[in-house]
């Protein structure tokens, strides 16, 4: 599977679906009779900013719904990775739609198939976690893996958790440790989190191998 910067995925799908060409729907303003006002459907920047802190499926029932039907063409019929995501959560969670998590799944997949890094790192986690599907270590291990590498914070850190409860490969602890160190992470609580699960796979790991993989390159 070919790796894709998850920070280059914004250029990238912006260009696929550009912002300004979001598809108009119209609904009536909360409290208002006097008629119905446009809103656009998601941009690309938004949809993904919204996905990589967990709240995606919270704001299309924020937004009753009205936009399922824009949502799904776009994941089915225009193939957009973030909307392929955002609709095969809909279909596995149940939200503005009947419950479907074989095809739910199955969007996920596709999304992951180009390298969009929450869909990589959400099969990983399920893989992991067995949820939804049956646990299996070595793709989650696949999976978990790509999303680290293609800078997913959310993937860097239970990349480690995966390889400090004793799956994958002691050979992947200097990468992961690189990858982790490495990145910015503004929460607060994040990173204490971070920092312990560093010094926890440190104690793994020889001390020069530390060394290396704090440098930046």
């Known amino acids: 599977m070919k790796r894709i910067l998850w920070l280059s995925l914004y250029s990238l799908l912006s260009w696929s679906v550009p912002a300004e060409e979001a598809i108009p729907v119209v609904k009536a303003p909360a409290g208002s009779s006097s008629g119905p006002e446009v ?3 998601y941009s690309q ?4 900013n919204w996905i990589e802190e967990g709240r995606h499926l919270k704001q299309v029932k924020d937004d009753k719904c009205q936009l ?3 949502i799904k063409a776009r994941a089915s019929v ?14 596995a969670e149940g939200v503005c739609v009947k419950q ?3 095809l739910g ?17 959400q099969l990983g986690r399920y893989y992991w976690k067995g949820i939804l599907v049956q646990a299996d270590l070595q ?28 799956h994958g490969s002691p050979l992947d602890y200097e990468e992961a440790y690189h990858w982790l160190h490495n990145a910015v992470i503004g929460d607060k609580a994040l990173h204490r989190k971070a920092s312990s699960l560093l010094t926890r796979l ?8 530390v060394t290396r993989a704090k440098r930046m390159h």
């Open 39 to 41: 809103i656009q459907l």
């Open 45 to 48: 920047d938004e949809l993904l």
């Open 68 to 70: 399922t039907q824009d």
């Open 78 to 91: 225009m193939k957009v990775p973030a909307y392929q995501f955002l609709w095969g959560d809909m279909l």
């Open 100 to 102: 479907n998590a074989e």
């Open 105 to 121: 799944v199955q969007f996920m997949w596709d999304a992951a198939n180009q390298g969009l890094a929450p869909a990589l790192e």
């Open 139 to 166: 793709r989650a291990e696949v999976f978990l893996r790509e999303a680290a590498g293609a800078g997913f914070l959310k993937a860097q850190i239970e990349w480690v958790e995966f390889l400090l409860a004793g």
């Open 202 to 209: 440190a104690g793994k790991m020889p001390a020069n191998a």
